[in-house]
């Protein structure tokens, strides 16, 4: 069975710019959650769909959207991009958005802003 | 804010010792933890995962050990192997009127050493 996928796997933009970054969750799965990843840093909680819906948002300026679509896949959309947009970025899914589902993650897509 | 974090950021082990990652979380009424392993250029890896219910399970060589006392939690890999080399996350799952988010450490360098 596939896991999560993301694409693209590197992208690079420059500051101002809009980027779009794809996830396809493991079939079956209903949630998906979005993770920035700064360098030497943990991961950030971005955001958290479920059938369609934005359940949950991090601390993340309205830049920071996304959707997901009627096949559960998801898009995140960043805005005016900056400088320190640059991270890589995780998708992860789960079977469903209650508690204690575990998240699966995919490779990432490493975003850099010049 | 709430956060969970870790006492060591780096570890090094000889190959076949046991190693033990530590992590401090401080939201109480988190009721659901897990640990990740993420290799370089990859995506976190679910490794084990424990309920609040719990204080201890085992896997596959890991265990993973919950004090709530003390807002603790830990994971043990025992025989360690060249491949077990990566960065480990513990992750807090918090609920907040409804909605879900994983909170994660800053994560632990595990090095083992031949």
């Known amino acids: 069975e596939a896991g999560v996928t993301q694409s693209p796997t590197h992208l690079i933009k420059t500051r101002g710019q809009q980027a779009t970054l794809r996830c396809s969750p493991i079939s079956g799965h209903t949630s998906v959650y979005w993770y920035q990843q700064a360098l030497g840093l943990g991961l950030q909680f971005l955001l958290w769909y479920d059938e369609g819906e934005e359940r949950n948002r991090g601390n993340f300026p309205p830049r920071f959207s996304g959707r997901q679509f009627p096949n559960y896949s998801s898009e995140l959309n960043v805005n005016a991009l900056e400088l320190e947009d640059s991270a890589l970025y995780l998708c992860?899914?789960?079977?469903?958005?209650?508690?204690?589902?575990?998240?699966?993650f995919g490779p990432g897509t490493r975003l850099l802003v010049l | 804010g709430e956060s969970v974090g870790l006492h060591l950021p780096t570890l090094s082990v000889q190959e076949g010792d046991n190693s033990i990652i530590n992590c401090a979380y401080s939201n109480s009424a988190s009721d659901y933890f897990i640990w990740y392993k993420q290799e370089s250029g990859k995506g976190p890896q679910f490794i084990i995962d424990i309920r609040s219910n719990m204080d201890k399970r085992q896997g596959q060589r890991v265990t993973v050990l919950l004090n709530k006392t003390v807002k603790h939690l830990s994971l043990q890999i025992a025989a360690t192997q060249p491949g077990d080399s990566a960065v480990y996350f513990c992750?807090?799952?918090?609920?907040?009127?409804?909605?879900?988010?994983?909170?994660f450490g800053q994560g632990t360098r595990l090095t083992i050493n031949p």
């Open positions: 992750a807090e799952n918090q609920r907040i009127q409804g909605a879900q988010k994983l909170v």
């Open positions: 992860a899914s789960s079977l469903a958005w209650v508690a204690e589902e575990t998240q699966y």
